[in-house]
């Protein structure tokens, strides 16, 4: 017995060229809830940039290709970011070859390029 799915977002939930959401998709969505299926996104996204689904509230979203997964009230449920120094010495390589970099953490994202 299904109790969870998961879905990407991108030629998944949404279309690729328009991405928009067709009725058929939100309802299914709703249908799945209704029938006590948990319905989660799991996304290379940043959070802040998962769109919203009209009529639907997704139960969990696990985004950063699953490093900051949260449910629907906020609640963290797994967070897994670069170490500090990993990221600096990133910042140092792109910088040594002059490459931009960004970065993003759960609350915002930056780029120097």
Do not use: W
Not at 56 to 76: M, P, Q, R, W
Request: glycine share 6%; with cysteine.
């Amino acid at each position: 017995m299904i109790k969870i799915a998961f879905f990407d977002i991108d030629g998944t939930l949404s279309n690729m060229e328009t991405r928009s959401v067709s009725d058929i998709t939100i309802e299914t969505l709703q249908r799945l809830q209704a029938n006590n299926i948990k319905v989660c996104i799991a996304t290379g996204r940043h959070p802040l940039s998962v769109p919203a689904f009209e009529g639907v509230t997704f139960d969990a979203i696990l985004s950063f290709n699953g490093s900051y997964c949260f449910d629907k009230e906020g609640h963290v449920l797994y967070s897994h970011p670069i170490p500090h120094e990993d990221v600096l010495r990133i910042i140092e390589n792109a910088s040594s070859i002059n490459r931009f970099v960004s970065l993003a953490s759960k609350d915002d994202s930056k780029a120097n390029g």
